[in-house]
């Protein structure tokens, strides 16, 4: 989804700022000019923390598991405990 993208002269930009934060929140690109010359872009701050509302499935794709995740282990593959390995090395 494309944003309008709109671009503003630093003078309109002292009389305005409410507003071009408020378009800012909103998705809109803003971007502060000086002379005609883009210099800054306004963009939201993304809010966390610990009380932000949680989003399900956000993070859907970003991991897996293998296949083999819960099949027996080989033998010999955990240490006995209390034994010294070292000697094997």
Do not use: C, Y
């Amino acid at each position: 989804m494309a944003s309008i993208s709109i671009q503003v002269n630093l003078l309109k930009a002292k009389t305005q700022i409410s507003r071009l934060l408020d378009r800012a929140e909103a998705g809109e690109d803003v971007i502060i000019a000086r002379a005609g010359h883009p210099v800054v872009r306004l963009v939201p701050i993304a809010v966390g923390g610990p009380n932000a509302p949680r989003v399900l499935g956000a993070l859907r794709g970003k991991g897996w598991i293998s296949d083999d995740f819960d099949a027996p282990l080989e033998e010999g593959f955990l240490l006995t405990p209390g034994a010294d390995d070292r000697r094997d090395r």
